[in-house]
C-alpha cells in the first residue's frame, strides 16, 4: 500500500503544486452556521450533535484541485466540509459533489489523480481505465450527475460524504448509515463571472440570508458493506437527520499560521468508523498534507 508521504509527493506533483496549502482541494473558503438535528437522528443516535438542539458548525467550501489558483470554471469536484462543534468535541463530516467514489484502495486513488490532473497527456487517463475497467460504472455515474460541472454556487450544490459510519442507538444497538447533503435553497444569487465567482456568489447570498441543505441518511440492510466505499446500497431506511444553516463567511482560521484539519476520522461518542481503506488512510494523508501548511 502507498504510505501517506509518498501519496502526498506523489499528488502535489501532479498538481504542480508549492507552498504552504491543501494538497487537494487547496482553494476554499470558510462559513459558519448551526446543524439542527431532528428527532429520528435522536432515535437512532446518542452522539452529541443527533439530539435535536442546534450544534455551531465550521463550514470550509472547496474546489477539488490542488491548484489554488483554479478558476472556478474549471471542470472540477466541490467539496463542503463540515465541523460540528459539540460539548463533547469536535466530528467532521467531508462531502463531494461527486456521488460514486471509484477506487477503495489509497494507491490506486493517488494514480487516478494523477492520470486525471495530465490534461495534456489524456492517454494517460485512458490507459488508468484499461487496467482498471471497474472505475468506468462509477465514473460515469458521477458524470451523469454533473459532479464536475462548475456550479452557479457553493449553495445549490449535493454533498456526498462517501463513507459509512455506525450510529449508536440509546440502546446500544449499531446501524451503518450513509449521508447525502441536499440543498433547500438551490438558486444562485448573483450571475456567475470572474475566477473566483463561487467565494463572491456565496457572500452575495449570505448576506442576504442563510443557506440551508438537509442531512439525508440511509441506513444499511444486512447486505450493505459500509467497509467499501465503491459498493452500492439497498437501505432499509431513509430520513432526514437534520437541518444545515449556514448563516455568514467566516474569516479564515489560518490566516494566521495556524492549521485546521478537517478530517472525517474525527468522531465522537456514539460514532464508530468502518474500516473503509480510503476513510482509514485520510487521516495521515491530511497529516502529510498539513505538514506543508505549518
Request: charged share 20%; net charge neutral; aromatic share 8%.
Amino acid at each position: 500500500m502507498t504510505d501517506a508521504t509518498t501519496a502526498d509527493a506523489r499528488l502535489r506533483r501532479a498538481f504542480h503544486a508549492s507552498g504552504p496549502h491543501r494538497t487537494l482541494h487547496a482553494k476554499g473558503t470558510y462559513a459558519s452556521g448551526t446543524f439542527t438535528a431532528a428527532p429520528r437522528s435522536a432515535e437512532l443516535g446518542i452522539a452529541a450533535h443527533l439530539q435535536g438542539s442546534p450544534v455551531p458548525v465550521l463550514v470550509r467550501f472547496s474546489n477539488g484541485s490542488g491548484n489554488p489558483k483554479s478558476p472556478d470554471k474549471a471542470p472540477d469536484v466541490r467539496g463542503m466540509s463540515v465541523s460540528f462543534r459539540t460539548e463533547t468535541g469536535a466530528t467532521d463530516l467531508l462531502g463531494q459533489t461527486a456521488p460514486r467514489f471509484p477506487v477503495k484502495d489509497p494507491g490506486k486513488f493517488v494514480e487516478m489523480t494523477e492520470a486525471v490532473a495530465a490534461h495534456s497527456k489524456p492517454w494517460k487517463l485512458a490507459a488508468f481505465l484499461a487496467r482498471n475497467p471497474s472505475v468506468l460504472g462509477p465514473l460515469a455515474a458521477n458524470a451523469k450527475a454533473g459532479a464536475i460541472k462548475p456550479p452557479k454556487s457553493f449553495a445549490e450544490a449535493t454533498y456526498y460524504p462517501v463513507h459509512a459510519y455506525a450510529w449508536i442507538a440509546p440502546d446500544g444497538s449499531r446501524r451503518w448509515v450513509r449521508y447525502i447533503w441536499r440543498p433547500v435553497d438551490a438558486a444562485a444569487a448573483a450571475t456567475p463571472t470572474g475566477a473566483n465567482w463561487l467565494v463572491e456568489e456565496l457572500a452575495t447570498r449570505l448576506s442576504a440570508g442563510p443557506a440551508r441543505w438537509d442531512l439525508e441518511v440511509s441506513v444499511a440492510s444486512e447486505s450493505d458493506d459500509p467497509h467499501d466505499p465503491t459498493s452500492q446500497w439497498k437501505p432499509v431506511e431513509t430520513f432526514i437527520a437534520g437541518t444545515l444553516s449556514v448563516d455568514a463567511t467566516a474569516p479564515d482560521p489560518e490566516a494566521d499560521g495556524s492549521i485546521i484539519v478537517f478530517d472525517p476520522t474525527r468522531i465522537i461518542p456514539g460514532i464508530e468508523l468502518s474500516n473503509d481503506p480510503i476513510l482509514l488512510f485520510r487521516a495521515a494523508a491530511y497529516s502529510a498534507s498539513a505538514s506543508h501548511r505549518a
